[in-house]
């Protein structure tokens, strides 16, 4: 969501040594003194699942004793001990109450102090987008890569190893001199090779000339509903925004296999289980094989957290893909519903008064197309989320959400706008009315709140991201990281970020919406949980929930926001009651 324009070189090689800690994939494994354990098909309709009914006379096989329990349930409470019974919560209360209900050969891990919350849940992660950046793409990062001549100089390397002809699909996070490159930028060193640079955000990137050609995009191409082949002067820069006209070019690239795919989600589990994720949402899953792709690999055992699926429709014929989807929903995996993007990024967000980007006037889908699709889902009974980045894109949603409803009134639909950067005013009360679900990513503040100031202008400032205005008006929302889009996949600085809400040059933006912890807190676990119908199964430590939560080394209530922010790991997570990361 980033705006075209320059830092400073101090500026910039300052913000990549703070991005950079958040893309090292390293994963270690915390030690600690603490015992350890071991680490079908249905209609299309709501399974909602509720908390389970534990037999009177239950006693735990698990106590987590002597610390601080973040219960987040209703009253915010707070113990000392939680005691679990096979998957799910028995209690939570004094380490006494609690030891008191173990069996005799229960395991009893000493907290020593630390602090026990329910496991993070991330609303908005594209999981095994994440996997494939170490894979399919090629990273051209900091600090290898801060400018041009230095995306140059990798890309002459990566290059030197390949036959004439062999792809480089490659991804960018910041550009000190230049925000986006043009084929200019790429032939001189790639004049064998089809190159595509993708900025890291995912709705642009740059391809070079020989890409375009084996892809058939000449001058004389037109830019695709809801997407731009720029041209400057009739001719082509190399430069694509939005996925409609990426797709274009990206037709000619090898494909992502199935093998590829289901490694990569496996390759990201450990990292997200590592910083106390228990539970993600993937909102933009393209194909129908990648959703079996996580069904299967959880019907195997091989990935163990939590997932809910929505299948992403880019295109009105992409209707036609829905009922090739199994409808799995268990206590794993879950396909929840569809995804549509209404705008793009920045530069392309759908706003009703102008922007300094490149296109403001232009949603993906043609407006009433979009409305009778939307319709359409909503009549299946499940979940719909949407990208909106500008206000317009926001409004134009809404009453799509509410001409569905009102044409067939359903209890409690929970449809979701994702980002909601730019709001209108009166949009607040129109989510509360309809009981949409916000589902917003505070770190873009910190990456992007310094370009959308010249973006957007000073003046609408104050609509980024209301979250506390939403929490008072009684919207529910929930946070998370949309990574790798951003490269903070772990969720302590999504907590910071909803904290802070300064940009990456310090500038506080609507300083009045930041959360307090707790606030936060709830945004990520509870809230989380409400977004896809879970709240009485996930989201909080109580008494017949999933036994799904996090040890922390130190209390991170406790953390200057700081501190918060650069805690990328966590002691032990817990799923269901198994111990999936820690020693």
Not at 109 to 116: K, M, P, Y
Not at 329 to 344: C, P, Q
């Amino acid at each position: 969501m980033t705006n075209q324009h320059h830092l400073s070189r101090k500026d910039f090689l300052k913000l990549v040594g703070t991005c950079l800690g958040g893309t090292v994939l390293a994963c270690r494994k915390s030690k600690t003194s603490a015992t350890s354990t071991e680490a079908s098909a249905a209609p299309m309709s709501i399974v909602t699942q509720s908390a389970g009914a534990i037999p009177e006379g239950t006693l735990a096989n698990l106590v987590l004793a002597n610390g601080t329990i973040l219960t987040v349930d209703a009253l915010n409470s707070v113990a000392q001990a939680v005691a679990i019974a096979g998957d799910k919560i028995l209690g939570t209360g004094t380490s006494e109450e609690m030891l008191a209900l173990a069996a005799p050969d229960a395991q009893v891990v000493d907290l020593a102090g630390r602090t026990v919350t329910p496991g993070l849940i991330d609303p908005h992660l594209h999981f095994r987008g994440y996997g494939l950046m170490t894979s399919y793409y090629t990273g051209f990062n900091p600090p290898d890569v801060i400018d041009i001549p230095s995306m140059q100089l990798k890309l002459m390397d990566v290059i030197k190893g390949l036959p004439p002809g062999e792809w480089v699909n490659g991804y960018y996070f910041a550009l000190g001199d230049k925000p986006i490159p043009t084929k200019e930028d790429l032939d001189p060193v790639s004049p064998d090779n089809p190159v595509f640079m993708m900025h890291i955000g995912g709705h642009w990137g740059t391809a070079n000339s020989v890409a375009m050609k084996l892809a058939g995009v000449k001058a004389n191409t037109r830019s695709p509903e809801g997407g731009i082949i720029e041209k400057r002067d009739g001719e082509l820069t190399g430069v694509f925004y939005n996925h409609r006209a990426m797709d274009v070019l990206r037709k000619a690239a090898p494909p992502i296999t199935d093998a590829l795919v289901r490694q990569s989600i496996i390759d990201t589990q450990t990292l997200m289980a590592s910083c106390g994720v228990t539970c993600f949402h993937d909102n933009n899953i393209r194909d129908v094989e990648s959703i079996r792709a996580y069904q299967e690999l959880t019907q195997s055992g091989d990935l163990f957290l939590r997932n809910n699926l929505y299948l992403t429709l880019e295109y009105p014929s992409d209707i036609n893909k829905i009922d090739q989807v199994d409808v799995i929903r268990n206590d794993v995996t879950r396909f929840e519903g569809y995804k549509f993007l209404i705008d793009g990024q920045g530069p392309t967000a759908f706003t009703h008064e102008p922007h300094t980007g490149h296109e403001w006037q232009m949603p993906t889908w043609e407006e009433q197309s979009f409305k009778d699709t939307v319709r359409s889902l909503h009549d299946t009974g499940l979940q719909i989320c949407v990208h909106c980045i500008g206000d317009a894109a926001t409004d134009l949603v809404l009453d799509a959400y509410e001409g569905a409803m009102n044409a067939n009134p359903r209890f409690d639909p929970r449809h979701r706008i994702e980002h909601a950067v730019m709001t209108s005013e009166w949009s607040t009360q129109k989510m509360k009315d309809l009981g949409v679900v916000v589902s917003t990513q505070p770190a873009f503040i910190y990456l992007f709140g310094d370009g959308w100031q010249g973006l957007f202008g000073e003046h609408r400032m104050h609509r980024i991201m209301v979250t506390k205005e939403w929490m008072e008006a009684g919207v529910h929302m929930t946070i998370g990281s949309d990574a790798p889009s951003t490269p903070f996949y772990f969720p302590q600085a999504t907590l910071a970020g909803a904290m802070t809400r300064h940009t990456f040059k310090q500038t506080p933006v609507g300083p009045d919406q930041a959360l307090t912890f707790t606030e936060a807190l709830r945004a990520h676990t509870i809230e989380g949980a409400y977004s896809s119908h879970q709240e009485h199964v996930l989201g909080s430590l109580e008494t017949g929930k999933f036994a799904d939560l996090v040890v922390w080394p130190r209390d991170p209530s406790q953390l200057t926001v700081q501190e918060l922010g650069l805690t990328k790991t966590v002691d032990l997570t817990y799923i269901g009651g198994k111990l999936v990361y820690g020693a």
